[in-house]
């Protein structure tokens, strides 16, 4: 008989291989669901457009526990040439979710096998987390509205931590973070005649002087506020020309969400100075908006707990992690908590084109959840 990590292993490598983009998930969620139905006893619901409900209700009355896997891979070429390197080019799994999916199958597979007797399970595999928008349209879902959760619970694996430890951490544990286009439209003009158009290269600059100002790039402090460039671009490559349009595309990262909303709201401020200054008309997109995850005390104990039993060394962190991650909308609304587990010290970094998930870790995480779960329920 087939043992657990071989059958995880197995679907692991098939999900790594047929990777999909946000919000274009239809296949992965085919493969979810027919390992649920094969292996498992839950009731499989679909929520949003391209991501599953898998539902586990106990005989007694209880608590109801949400876990959650990111299911989307990323927009990027694998340079890996083991078998199960994806099919689909320049689309890979970069950040594990092929992973974080394993993990929460062998959770369904351990729920029938072993199941609680009390409260209520949800599995949700949840798409379009890399572009910011599945934890929110799940939350709009109205099958998901029904569900009355209590507790949620989600997982990074976290390449540079030993292999199997648990990383925890209360209160945030991930960043605040934003990304903004701004748009600056002026009015060309012959460059041995700047003055007869309007150039945005001094508003690009004020930008960019506001970035360096605002930014105080120290995560042991509460106040710590990242503002990066990440592109700009201006006028054409035609030396007789007076630029006449520019871009500007920044992140920002905060543990705070009031001083977040504190830089947002000077630096629009500042760009209603510039426009009316520099005679431009500037527009600010702001998208791909994580919130960060906010560790309930509670939640972190019982994770704490469910770690000790399975004898894992756990690794309580001081300072959050400066990435963004979409859980942090559950966290906002839910009591939960979400934590990481060691991918290796030598594993290749998140997002790295030659990242792979490591399999050893994958019965862990679902054995540490599935303690979790009887944890929250005694």
Known sequence: MESLKDTLEKVRKELHKFPEVSEEEYETKKRIETFLEEHTSCKVLPVVKTGLLAIFDGNKEGKTVMLRADIDALPIQEVNTFEHKSVNEGVSHKCGHDGHTTILLGVAKLLTEKPLSKGKVVLLFQPSEENGRGAQSVLEDTCFKQLNIDYVFALHNLPGFTKQEIVVKENEFTSNVKSVVITLEGRTAHAAEPEKGYNPANAISEILHFVRQETKNTPKDSDFFLATPVHITMGEKAYGISA????????????????????????????????????????????????????????????????????????EINIPFKWGEDFGLFTQQYKGAMFGIGAGKNTPALHNPDYDFPDEITVTGAQLFYNILKEVQQ
């Open 244 to 315: 006449g349009y520019g871009e500007v595309h920044l992140t920002l990262r905060s543990w705070s969400t009031r001083l977040m909303k504190e830089k947002q709201n000077n630096l629009e401020q500042l760009l209603q100075k510039i426009e009316e200054k520099e005679r431009l008309s500037i527009n600010t997109s702001w998208f791909e908006e994580f919130y960060a995850n906010k560790n309930n005390k509670e939640a972190v104990e019982y994770i704490k707990k469910a770690a000790e039993q399975l004898n894992l060394s756990i690794n």
